[in-house]
């Protein structure tokens, strides 16, 4: 049963500040994996999809990175804003399981200023 | 595209009730998840439809719950008798098969859900 763990589970940073959140995986035959960013009382964006043939994506300040090899997954945010507070989640699709994902806990970041 | 619609936004209801949610996917999209999330599960997948077809329902929790599709523009997510341990929020989200395959998921605002 694939299981997704996110450290730290919650965040505090001074603005400005440059950070990377990690999601881990235990079964490493993923189809892809999506970071999602959810607001206090709101439903859940998507920021990035990664494919498992890639390495990498990147939307502004943001860069998702896969190794799935050792089933990981970094969220890089650069030059953190207060807006950027809210708690980030990622979640895996496996092959083979459909379209089913399987959510990490997220970890709650504040930025501030 | 107006993304996932959700209604109710807010339900609050005692114990014993029936309770219906309601969810219009985004217009194309081929694929429906229901969600729950709870401060103690977090976000659950409880049910999911490809084509308006139940594919898997594996995570409902029990058989007081139900859901349906008649139509690709509709689902609802039915508790019959609800309970308080019920009380979570309800998500669902919509998705579609690209050229690439990518299925991203796109997630309505949801439904808060009080069981009393």
């Known amino acids: 049963k694939q299981e997704v763990t996110q450290i730290p589970a919650a965040l505090s940073v001074p603005e400005g500040e440059n950070l990377v959140l990690n999601c881990s995986f235990t079964d490493s035959a993923i189809y892809n994996l999506q970071w999602f960013r959810q607001d206090p009382g709101k439903g859940l964006t998507s920021l990035l999809l990664?494919?498992?043939?890639?390495r990498e994506q990147t939307s502004g300040r943001l860069n998702a990175s896969l190794d799935k090899s050792s089933g990981r997954s970094t969220l890089y945010i650069a030059a953190s804003q207060p807006g950027d507070s809210a708690t980030y989640l990622c979640?895996?699709?496996?092959?083979?399981?459909?379209?089913?994902?399987?959510f990490g806990t997220g970890t709650q970041l504040k930025v501030e200023l | 595209d107006a993304g996932v619609i959700q209604s109710p936004r807010h339900e609050v209801t005692e114990m014993g009730q029936e309770v219906t949610l309601r969810c219009k996917p985004i217009s194309g999209h081929n694929s429906l998840f229901w969600y729950r999330q709870t401060m103690m599960r977090g976000l659950e997948l409880l049910i999911y439809f490809n084509n308006n077809v139940p594919i898997d329902d594996s995570g409902m929790p029990e058989d007081r719950f139900s859901a349906k599709m008649p139509n690709a523009s509709f689902s609802t997510l039915k508790i019959q008798p609800s309970e308080p341990r019920d009380s979570a929020v309800y998500f669902c989200?919509?998705?579609?098969?690209?050229?690439?395959?990518?299925?991203?998921?796109?997630f309505g605002p949801g439904t808060r859900l009080t069981v009393t």
């Open positions: 989200a919509s998705s579609l098969a690209n050229q690439r395959g990518s299925y991203e998921q796109y």
């Open positions: 979640a895996v699709r496996v092959t083979g399981g459909g379209n089913k994902l399987t």
């Open positions: 990664i494919q498992s043939s890639q």
